[in-house]
């Protein structure tokens, strides 16, 4: 059994997780610090952060040579709560001395490498500010003590070592869990299967074990959002340097419902939803079906679709492809670099997959059977690959497995590990017809499972996460939760009482699209820590 260490210490704050969304909560508590309020002490001062990663990482498997953001950097951790704040973009360009050679760049969005060493550096500033991060620790459990304080329970990922820590408030921050198709969910994790989230690392040690060998490769994508575009477009560049047989080509192929790559709507007004009035307009829908009304009508900013400039690359990557094959077809000739076939299949699903195991056909060790069927034929086709990678979204629930499996469970009225969060005004009243009931069109599905920001959101047939069951398992419970992004008690009294609960990146279907992005991460931050302070 591993040891426990408990710590003496009361925290203020302590936040589970360390990516952007905490960071930029730590940098709010900074700012708070270096202007304090002359009438009274600060009340945040002992402020912890609890993350699982070695160090601060974010997205590092899809750190593509020259992949950029999709959001102007202005929409970075502080410029829209605080210009003045020491962890713009802005800063960040000035201390590392490429503030004048990025203005000359003519462009408001940084490369995601940039982005990603931004983020790294503003966590390493805070830190030297006096807030505390304990990487390496993995949190595995929260209790609340009778004195009105959370007992967080977390584990060193290396020795196992198990440490006990208290605080007054928690902000739970999850970040995503990477999702797969269910008819592939459950062959995972294997080494010829492979998300997105570590595509870079993943695909590196796939290419790397393959043997010596002319014969084609045959790899199929999954997803038609950015990242499944981006992977395709790598793969594609990968595989046209591996030998290959002549007159051989190896397979590359993008599987996906859809009839055809959607273009994703980045133009001025649509780009509004984003803003946080737009949250104070999500929140304020008297209904649940109106927030869904309005999450699936600005679906097309974010979810299963892909910016023009990397349509743009892709078709004249397969215009490319059909050039050649037009020259070949004339000459005779094939260019040496020609060693690649894209095939999109649209209108597809995948129903089904196993493992074969190697043979002496084989050429690559074991290989993955997928069973496709046509969305609108219900045709039944079946291919086998040597490796697969899912573009498939992100899971955003696992928040509700640490309160569901807590004695917090009941003060929340938790009484299954599937949570439907509730405005605070909708669960208290009456009921109220759909502002949208008039309108056509069907209703999104849509949870707080959201995806990346480049991936495909939830669908219907992805089964719910494994949380442990409790009674009424079928029927989420509703946890009340304020614009402010506190979870608030089934008691009014417990209010004052009880431990401050508040979630991060993971509130869409209450708070809208922006929510699991990074577009109002500082305006976001400012609201809670301002709560907090009792501003």
């Known amino acids: 059994m591993p040891s426990q260490t408990t710590t003496s210490a009361l925290y203020d704050v302590i936040g589970l997780g360390f990516g952007p969304a905490n960071v930029a909560i730590a940098g709010a508590i900074v700012d708070k610090w270096a202007n304090p309020e002359p009438s009274h002490l600060h009340p945040l001062q002992e402020v912890l952060f609890i993350e699982k990663q070695k160090e601060f990482r974010w997205h590092p498997g899809m ?28 800063a ?86 990477p999702k797969l198709p269910p008819a592939l969910s459950i062959l995972a994790p294997h080494p010829r299967i492979i998300h997105s989230a570590s595509y870079i690392s993943s695909a590196d040690t796939f290419f790397s074990s393959l043997p010596s060998s002319t014969e084609p490769l045959r790899i199929a994508v999954i997803g038609a959002g950015q990242s499944s575009t981006e992977v395709l477009l790598d793969l594609h560049n990968r595989l046209n340097t591996l030998p290959i047989s002549d007159g051989k080509k190896h397979e590359l192929d993008m599987i996906f419902r859809k009839g055809s790559l959607k273009p994703s709507d980045d133009t001025p007004f649509s780009n ?67 060693r690649t076939r894209i095939t999109l299949r649209p209108y597809n699903s995948v129903f089904a997959a196993e493992i074969i195991p190697p043979s002496d056909a084989s050429t690559y060790g074991e290989s993955v059977r997928v069973t496709m069927h046509g969305v609108l034929n219900r045709a039944v086709m079946q291919k086998t690959y040597d490796a697969v990678f899912c573009g498939t979204g992100y899971e955003r629930d696992s928040w509700m497995k640490f309160l569901a499996s807590s004695n917090l469970a009941d003060e929340f009225g938790i009484k299954s590990s599937t949570i439907q969060l509730v405005t605070e005004t909708e669960a208290s009243s009456p009921v109220i017809p759909p502002l949208f009931a008039d309108l056509g069109g069907p209703a999104s599905r849509t949870t707080s499972s959201a995806s990346d920001g480049f991936s495909t959101p939830q669908t219907p047939d992805t089964p719910n996460s494994d949380h442990s069951k409790l009674v009424g398992e079928m029927h989420p419970s509703k946890v009340r939760i304020s614009r402010s992004y506190r979870l608030l008690p089934e008691k009014e009294e417990d209010l004052a009482s009880g431990p401050r609960v508040y979630l991060q990146g993971c509130t869409q279907s209450t708070h809208g699209l922006s929510e699991s992005l990074l577009s109002i991460l500082g305006v976001r931050a400012g609201m809670v820590v301002d709560e907090l302070c009792g501003a």
């Not at 509004?272 to 699936?296: K, S, V, Y």
């Open 272 to 338: 509004e939803i984003f803003d946080p009035d737009a949250t104070d307009l999500m929140f304020g829908l008297p209904t649940q079906r109106d927030r869904q009304h309005l999450l699936h009508e600005y679906m097309s900013t974010n979810y299963s679709v892909v910016n023009n400039r990397t349509i743009d690359s892709l078709y004249e990557v397969m215009y490319h492809q059909k050039l050649l094959d037009g020259v070949k077809a004339r000459t005779g000739r094939d260019e040496e670099t020609n």
């Open 63 to 90: 750190l593509l040579p020259n992949s950029r953001m999709q959001i102007s950097f202005l929409k970075d951790l502080a410029t829209l709560r605080s210009p003045q704040s020491p962890i713009t973009f802005l």
């Open 92 to 177: 960040y360009l000035h201390s590392q001395g490429r503030l004048l050679t990025f203005i000359n760049r003519g462009s408001f969005t940084p490369t995601r490498k940039e982005y990603s060493d931004y983020l790294s550096w503003a966590a390493d500033y805070i830190r030297k500010c006096g807030i505390q991060v304990q990487y390496g620790e993995e949190v595995v459990g929260i209790t609340r003590c009778d004195d009105g304080t959370v007992e967080v329970r977390s584990r060193d990922v290396e020795s196992g070592q198990e440490f006990l820590r208290r605080s007054r408030n928690i902000i739970l921050s999850p970040g995503g869990s």
